[in-house]
C-alpha cells in the first residue's frame, strides 16, 4: 500500500483495514499521523474488548490528574456509582479529559469496551449508536423497523455483554434536536442509557442545569465538576 494514492490522505490507512482484520471508524479529518496512531493502538490491543473512540490520543494533554483520579474511583472503584457527568464552561477541557480517560481505560482495562457517541445532537447520537451496534454485529441492527438505540441500551444493559464505558460527549440537553430544519423530532437521551453495574457512563456538558436535571432524576448520578487549569499547567 506504500505507493497507493488517495483522494483523502486518511484512506491511505483506512485501505489498510481489511488487510489487517481490523475494525476502525473512519474519522475524516483527522490526518494521516493521527488515523495511523489509532491504527496502531488497535492493533496492539487487538485482543482486548471492542472500541470507538473517532479521536487519536492528545499527546499534549497534561494536568487533570485529580479530575482523572476521580472518574477512576467513581466508575471503577465505588459499586454505587455508575453515571459520571463532566460539568464546566466551554472550551475548557471536558471532552479531552473523557478522551484521556477512555485511552487510560483501555490500556488499565483489556476487557472493558469503550465506545464514545457525540450527542450534541439527535442525528449524531443515532449515527453513534448505530456505529455501536455494527461494532458489536448486535443481532437486528441492519433491519430498518428495528430501534437501534434501544437495540444497544438493552445489550449493554445485559450481565453477558460485559464491563464497557459509554461516553455521550458534548450534551447540551437531555432533549436531543434534530439538525433538520423541516422536523421537530426530538429524543430523550435517558431513554436510551443503558442499565447495568457493568456499564459507566460518562456524560460532558457546559450546561448546569441539564447536568442537575440528571443529578435530580438519578440519586446515583455524581458530577465532576471542572475549572480553569493551572498557570502552571497552562
Given at each position: ?63 487533570r490528574e485529580s479530575e482523572l483520579t476521580k472518574l477512576e474511583e467513581r466508575l ?74 434501544q437495540l444497544v441500551k438493552y445489550y449493554l444493559s445485559r450481565e453477558t455483554a ?63 465538576n471542572i475549572g480553569e487549569i493551572t498557570p502552571d499547567t497552562a
Open positions: 500500500a506504500s505507493n497507493r494514492e488517495t483522494t483523502e490522505e486518511e484512506d491511505s490507512i483506512y485501505c489498510l483495514l481489511g488487510i489487517l482484520n481490523v475494525s476502525l471508524t473512519p474519522s475524516y479529518g483527522e490526518g494521516k499521523e493521527n488515523a495511523l496512531r489509532r491504527l496502531q493502538l488497535e492493533i496492539e490491543l487487538g485482543s482486548s474488548a471492542p472500541a470507538i473512540i473517532p479521536f487519536a490520543q492528545n499527546d499534549n494533554f497534561i494536568g471503577f472503584r465505588d459499586e454505587a456509582t455508575r453515571f459520571v457527568v463532566i460539568v464546566g464552561p466551554g472550551g475548557i477541557g471536558k471532552s479531552q479529559l473523557a478522551l484521556e480517560f477512555a485511552y487510560q481505560t483501555r490500556r488499565k482495562k483489556r476487557s472493558c469496551s469503550v465506545f464514545w457517541v457525540d450527542a450534541s445532537d439527535m442525528d449524531r447520537f443515532d449515527q453513534g449508536y448505530l456505529n455501536i451496534a455494527k461494532k458489536l454485529n448486535i443481532r437486528g441492527w441492519d433491519d430498518e423497523k428495528t430501534d437501534i438505540k460485559g464491563q464497557s464505558l459509554l461516553i455521550l460527549d458534548n450534551i447540551d440537553s437531555v432533549h436531543l434536536r434534530s439538525n433538520g430544519l423541516s422536523t421537530s423530532q426530538t429524543t430523550n437521551l435517558t431513554d436510551y442509557l443503558p442499565q447495568s453495574i457493568l456499564c459507566s457512563i460518562v456524560l460532558t456538558t457546559t450546561n448546569r442545569d441539564t447536568a442537575k436535571k440528571l443529578v435530580r432524576e438519578n440519586s446515583l448520578v455524581q458530577l465532576v
